[in-house]
């Protein structure tokens, strides 16, 4: 069964530095596709970055990049420039080959502080 | 371009009575699929509706029903309301073809459903 893990509950980074989300993931299928989405108080499930597993190049998307390392099963999100908006949850999560049913880890809430 | 939407953002139910929340998906994207979210748990799958058919099921019972409609916007029900239905529950919209070409999936802003 495919599985995802975040390990660290809880993160904090101090404004304009960078910090590191672990994740890494569990299956066998050779194709499969991960995500990285920022969860706010208000609930909101918001997009970061995507990469699928035939990438061969980490996928980037502004200040959000991701660490992809297949032979270890790791997916992690980095943030450069850290800003006070950035605090919230993180979820990584793994989408099922064939359909787009999506497999969450459970989550690092992240705090900015000045 | 309306991103996914959701409502209603938050309502409150008594134990036993039936809701009904609703989703209208992405322009572009014929694909809905159901979350529930617990407090300080990770989005757990109900089910994924594609061509107005439920396509895929979670480990949920059969409380937990929905519709897609030939728009593509779809409904969840849940019946018989239980104090552990209380959560946040999340439309995620795509184009349902499972393909690594950078399908994204977009979420809406979730409804928030308290039961006492």
């Known amino acids: 069964a495919q599985k995802i893990t975040q390990t660290q509950p809880g993160m904090f980074v101090q404004e304009k530095e960078a910090v590191t989300l672990d994740c890494t993931y569990d299956t066998s299928d050779q194709s499969y596709g991960l995500f990285w989405y920022k969860q706010p108080s208000s609930g909101e499930m918001i997009f970061l970055i995507y990469?699928?597993?035939?990438?061969?190049q980490n996928a980037t998307e502004g200040r959000y990049s991701l660490n992809f390392q297949k032979a270890r099963k790791s997916a992690n999100l980095v943030i450069s420039a850290s800003q006070l908006g950035d605090s919230a949850m993180y979820f990584c999560?793994?989408?099922?080959?064939?359909?787009?049913?999506?497999?969450f880890g459970t989550g690092t809430r992240l705090q900015v502080f000045p | 371009d309306a991103g996914v939407t959701q409502s209603p953002t938050h309502l409150i139910k008594t134990r036993g009575q039936q809701v009904t929340l609703r989703c209208s998906p992405k322009?572009?994207?014929?694909?809905v699929s159901w979350y529930q979210q617990a407090l300080g748990q990770g989005p757990q799958f109900i089910f994924q509706?594609?061509?107005?058919?439920?396509?895929q099921r979670g480990n949920f019972p059969d409380r937990f029903s929905g519709h897609q409609f030939p728009n593509y916007s779809s409904e969840l029900n849940v019946n018989a309301l239980l104090l552990g239905d209380s959560a946040l529950y999340l439309c995620a919209s795509s184009l349902g073809r499972g393909d690594l070409s950078g399908n994204t999936i977009y979420f809406g802003e979730g409804s928030w459903l308290t039961v006492v």
């Open positions: 509706y594609y061509e107005e058919e439920e396509r």
């Open positions: 990469q699928g597993s035939y990438d061969e």
């Open positions: 322009s572009g994207h014929d694909t």
């Open positions: 999560a793994m989408r099922e080959r064939f359909t787009d049913k999506l497999i």
